[in-house]
T-cell receptor, first 113, second 114 residues
Framework: GDSVTQMEGPVTLSEEAFLTINCTYT??????LFWYVQYPGEGLQLLLK?????DKGSNKGFEATYRKETTSFHLEKGSVQVSDSAVYFC????????????FGKGTLLTVNP | ETGVTQTPRHLVMGMTNKKSLKCEQH?????MYWYKQSAKKPLELMFV???????ENNSVPSRFSPECPNSSHLFLHLHTLQPEDSALYLCASSPESTVSYGYTFGSGTRLTVV
């Protein structure tokens, strides 16, 4: 079945550091890929998405490129801020499931001033 | 406000109580979902409703009983829960056939079973 593997956390960075959170997937067909963010005490919010190979999703300085050849969708940001501290979830939909989202386990990011 | 509203935000209940969680969306979505988020565990899909019909039950214990009276409302009825059921319960919705847009989540109900 479909699955998502993302790097284990926690990740701790200083403000203005470069961020990469790795995400790889296994799916049948052609899934759509997502990054969600969860701030403390809140639900999940869609951060960015990509629906086909080589698409780049971007939002709030974050970027991720849909790489079909490596089945990856790594999240990057050039300069993180304290306010980026949150849990980040990689997810896919479609593929072998009609409309179900399959999530990774989440990566906790802490950014220190 | 995301467009998906969950109430209450926090709930403390005893193991013999009966309570209900409510989720409401007015986004015109036709699919709704319940997820359980426990500390240090992946998100667990519990139930899926599509056009008010339950299409998935992920082996959830019968002490959790979902209800979807229409495409805009979803309930999770709780009875005789266990302490390990304490978690954040998240509701989400999506357009039924446009899965590439992903889900819209509510802020969740933080449930504590004592």
């Amino acid at each position: 079945g479909d699955s998502v593997t993302q790097m284990e956390g926690p990740v701790t960075l200083s403000e203005e550091a470069f961020l990469t959170i790795n995400c790889t997937y296994t799916a049948t067909g052609y899934p759509s890929l997502f990054w969600y963010v969860q701030y403390p005490g809140e639900g999940l919010q869609l951060l960015l998405k990509a629906t086909k190979a080589d698409d780049k999703g971007s939002n709030k300085g974050f970027e991720a490129t849909y790489r079909k050849e490596t089945t990856s969708f790594h999240l990057e940001k050039g300069s993180v801020q304290v306010s980026d501290s949150a849990v980040y979830f990689c997810a896919l939909s479609g593929g072998g499931s009609n409309y179900k989202l399959t999530f990774g386990k989440g990566t906790l990011l802490t950014v220190n001033p | 406000e995301t467009g998906v509203t969950q109430t209450p935000r926090h709930l403390v209940m005893g193991m013999t109580n009966k309570k209900s969680l409510k989720c409401e969306q007015h986004l015109g979505h036709n699919a709704m979902y319940w997820y359980k988020q426990s500390a240090k565990k992946p998100l667990e899909l519990m139930f899926v409703y599509n056009f008010k019909e339950q299409t998935e039950n992920n082996s959830v214990p019968s002490r959790f009983s979902p209800e979807c009276p229409n495409s805009s409302h979803l309930f999770l009825h709780l009875h005789t829960l266990q302490p390990e059921d304490s978690a954040l319960y998240l509701c989400a919705s999506s357009p039924e056939s446009t899965v590439s847009y992903g889900y819209t989540f509510g802020s969740g109900t933080r449930l504590t079973v004592v």
